[in-house]
């Protein structure tokens, strides 16, 4: 029983880093109506800038809300000079550029930091508490401390301000929201910031458990797209609760499926996801498009 | 009654093709002015000058501010309103929240008066309040263009523009909506620009009339007017105009 607990405590820590990526991810959907295939990237930005400073000697405390403020800036920059000049062309242009991003800013870390792994101590410390013979460590009670508050924040920003729901407007009718004297590109960037800054916080909460590399964010990517298809993109709770899931569902079929070790265990949550998506193709927690008349 | 709005020059062309060629008319404060015309007369893009979300030539005056050179943001911040064709909803938020852009759309003057404003247009459409909470896709097309036409008057616009507004409306629902814009613009002060085929149901509300014919203003008078102009209604507004006086 011990050891259950500890693999769902470990999956749940681990689900955190999917989750909070994930949520960055359902950022830009829900206040752009895109998928940004570069977040994990800018996530990777975010985490070696902190290193960076870090290595300076500024200390957690300050070293991460300069960064989290910077990933914003460099999201409403790259929403500003490279995704709105193709605004209203074709949905394939976004993806391309957002791909473009993913490989442009890869080789940009590459180029300024090396290729060369790093590891990075957790801002959290590095003590553990036990309850009972599972034991937690400050890292995991830390990183889902702060996805958990990141994601109320997030939901409330939608859910309850008038610049969330402006943001809503315009991803779901561009064309109407400007005859409510809103300006898509300002709230666009206003997205992107947001979504830099969400990321941001991913990219400090995952360097301290894989390491610092330019390939840190793929396969967590991948993982956060897959817990927003299973949570609903439309939805910043349901995208990191999908994230939490697929964390210890990934964790339980690596220790306890033989046949599905290592990258194997993947079949799980994506067999699992497959099965939601086709019951309820919004996602658990999204909300179909309902379109009469 | 001074003037709210001014279009002087107005042309538009889509491509190569000039469908606007230089019109002038004006809107007067709490005024309702019919734009009638047959199909393809122009009624849709001069709107769509107006509020410019097509680029047009001439000027356009709001309280004597020129719109040249502003985006349609700008313009709708200006104070006009425009409920298209299609009526352009978001399908996806509920029906609160599509009126609550209406009510964040407002200018700081009228902020205070947004609970109180919010329950007049429930009152005045109460299917409205019924389905707050459903989404505005979920809704039918009467209903779509009830909250559209709410959510702009939300915004207190100082002229509403709206576009085809009894299209695949029932006729009872068609009446209401045209009894409630006279009684806005009674209390409201708004002034409305009418765009309708339905010749007949526009000048029933209008105090005034703009026919337009490929382009051109071919008429501008009081709407009794032009519904009693048997020449007019035969040359551009249809059997439904006819049907207006025969009655």
């Avoid at chain 2, 947004?114 to 409205?128: E, K, Q, S």
Wanted: glycine share 14%.
């Amino acid at each position: 029983m011990t050891e259950i607990l500890q693999q769902l405590v470990n999956g749940l820590a681990g689900g955190c880093v999917y989750a909070g990526l994930a949520l960055a991810v359902s950022v830009v959907f829900q206040g752009t109506g895109l998928l940004n295939f570069a977040q994990g990237e800018m996530a990777v930005v975010a985490a070696y800038a902190a290193w960076s400073l870090a290595a300076a000697g500024w200390p957690p405390v300050a070293a991460i809300p300069v960064v989290v403020a910077g990933s914003a800036a460099l999201g409403a920059v790259l929403e500003r000079v490279l995704v709105r000049p193709v605004e209203g062309t074709s949905p394939l242009a976004l993806i391309t550029v957002t791909a473009a991003l993913l490989l442009g800013l890869n080789g940009l870390v590459a180029v300024i930091w090396g290729t060369d792994p790093h590891s990075w101590d957790s801002p959290f410390g590095a003590s553990a508490v036990r309850l009972g013979d599972v034991v937690l460590t400050a890292q995991q009670i830390g990183s889902v401390a702060v996805v958990a508050v990141v994601m109320v924040a997030v939901g409330c920003f939608f859910r309850f301000t008038g610049l969330g729901l402006r943001m809503k407007a315009v991803a779901i009718n561009p064309g109407s929201a400007v005859l409510l004297g809103i300006r898509p590109g300002r709230m666009l960037a206003v997205g992107w910031a947001l979504a830099g800054a969400v990321g941001g916080v991913a990219g400090l909460m995952t360097a301290p458990t894989v390491g610092l590399s330019p390939e840190m964010m793929q396969g967590p990517l991948l993982m956060a797209f897959a817990a927003a298809a299973l949570g609903g993109f439309a939805s910043p709770f349901g995208s990191a609760l999908g994230g939490v899931v697929l964390g210890v569902l990934t964790t339980m079929a690596a220790r306890y499926v033989p046949a599905l070790g290592g990258d194997l265990a993947l079949v799980v949550p994506f067999g699992v996801i497959f099965l939601v998506l086709l019951v309820k193709p919004s996602g658990l927690f999204g909300r179909a498009a309902v379109v009469r008349s | 009654m001074s003037g709210v709005l001014s279009v002087t020059g107005l042309r538009a062309r889509y491509g190569g093709v000039e469908v606007v060629h230089g019109i002038d008319f004006d809107v007067h404060e709490g005024e309702i002015v019919a734009l009638v015309g047959p199909n393809g007369a122009g009624k849709t893009t001069v709107l769509r000058g107006i509020s410019r979300t097509v680029r047009t030539q001439g000027t356009v005056t709001l309280l004597g501010v020129g719109t040249h050179g502003k985006d349609a943001a700008s313009v709708a911040r200006l104070g006009v309103g425009h409920v298209p064709q299609g009526r352009g909803t978001f399908a996806d938020l509920t029906v609160l929240q599509n009126l609550r852009l209406g009510l964040l759309a407002r200018g700081r003057a009228h902020r205070r008066h947004g609970d109180a404003d919010l329950t007049r247009m429930i009152d005045m459409f109460p299917v409205l309040g019924e389905f707050l909470s459903r989404p505005a896709g979920a809704l039918s097309g009467g209903q779509q263009q009830m909250l559209a036409i709410a959510r702009a008057l939300l915004a207190r616009p100082r002229v509403l523009l709206i576009d085809e507004p009894s299209l695949g409306l029932a006729p009872v629902t068609t009446s209401m909506l045209f009894r409630t814009l006279r009684e806005l613009r009674s209390d409201w002060g708004v002034s409305v620009l009418l765009a309708e085929q339905n010749a007949r149901l526009s000048l029933s509300i209008a105090d005034r009339a703009v026919v337009l014919a490929g382009g051109l203003i071919v008429h501008t008078g009081p709407s009794a007017e032009v519904a009693e102009s048997g020449e007019l209604r035969r040359a551009y507004l249809g059997s439904a105009a006819e049907q207006a006086v025969t009655r």
